[in-house]
């Protein structure tokens, strides 16, 4: 049996007039994340991880912001087909840990609910993908409001 790590960042400037879209789930907020698709640094975190774990490469690969057909794709859109391509290559996920560094609004209301939108999409149980919120404690761009950061580790078998 074969095991596979992959480490997956994003990085979304927080903006007025755009949705907070993370794991697909639309959070209530006065700010959303500026993006080529609708900006879900979470979904696009977990895909990376995945991207890199099995060595296909990076999102843009897949997905170029320089491509009009999919401004303001769903990223689940994206998640799924990139998890698509790594079932192709016959691995599967074994579990997924993601942090979202956000300083507001305040998450932990959501996490169920992004958590089983990720599962659907991921087809993974719901004990093998931990979502958790951290602020940015006041400091730095996360701190001050001006982005949302995510961190993802990703396990994969074959
Ligand atoms: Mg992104």
């Known amino acids: 049996m ?3 790590i992959g480490t997956g960042y994003d990085i979304h400037r927080l903006v007025e007039g755009r949705k907070l879209i993370l794991g697909g789930i639309q ?11 609708d900006g879900d640094a979470l979904s696009h975190a977990i895909a990376d991880a995945i991207l890199g774990a099995t ?4 999102i843009g690969q897949f997905f170029p912001d320089t491509d009009e057909n999919i401004a ?3 990223s689940l859109t994206i998640l799924s087909e990139i998890c698509s391509e790594m079932k192709k290559r016959y691995w599967r996920i074994v579990n997924i840990d993601s942090t979202v560094v956000i300083e507001k609004p305040k998450l932990a209301g959501y996490i169920p609910d992004i958590k089983k939108k990720l599962v659907r999409i991921l087809g ?3 004990d093998a993908i ?3 919120a951290k602020t940015g404690e006041g400091l730095g761009p996360v701190g001050e409001n001006k982005c949302v950061e995510v961190f993802v580790s990703v396990l994969l078998q074959r």
Request: glycine fraction near 18%; include cysteine; charged fraction near 20%.
């Open 55 to 58: 060595a296909m490469g990076d």
């Open 124 to 126: 993974i149980p719901e």
């Open 72 to 74: 303001g794709i769903s």
């Open 27 to 37: 959070i209530p907020h006065t700010l959303g994340c500026l993006g080529h698709s």
């Open 130 to 132: 931990g979502v958790k």
């Open 2 to 4: 074969e095991f596979r």
